[in-house]
């Protein structure tokens, strides 16, 4: 069984900064990815930041240049630090984990950024 443990949400002022963590155990082989996901209330789940085993990391749009994305191969583990943050990044983040036939994922954490 591979498990996904997040941590790191909380509340934030608007133009504040959070750093989330997600550290994979159990048993797996290497993923092909690890990255993170959010989703706002009555929005789907959409793809925020991915670091895949070969090729470029990809951002979404919305986050380019505020967020940055970084993997730990050696320990299993993906980071999302988030500057800049805007009323509109409020949402459960959740960590994603794509195996060799399934994907992953963690509990969920909150972020929420309010004045």
């Known amino acids: 069984q591979v498990q996904l443990v997040e941590s790191g949400g909380g509340l934030v002022q608007p133009g504040g900064s959070l750093r989330l963590s997600c550290a994979a155990s159990?048993?797996?082989?290497?993923?092909?990815?690890m990255g993170w996901y959010r989703q706002a209330p009555g929005e789907q789940r959409e793809l925020v930041a991915t670091?895949?085993?070969?090729?470029?990391?990809f951002y979404a749009d919305s986050v380019k240049g505020r967020f940055a994305i970084s993997r730990d191969n050696a320990k299993n583990t993906v980071d999302l630090q988030m500057n800049s943050l805007k009323p509109e990044d409020t949402a459960v983040y959740y960590c994603?984990?794509?195996?060799?036939?399934?994907?992953?994922w963690g509990q969920g954490t909150q972020v929420t950024v309010s004045s």
């Open positions: 994603n984990a794509r195996g060799t036939t399934r994907g992953y």
């Open positions: 159990g048993t797996f082989f290497r993923f092909t990815a």
């Open positions: 670091v895949p085993n070969s090729g470029s990391i």
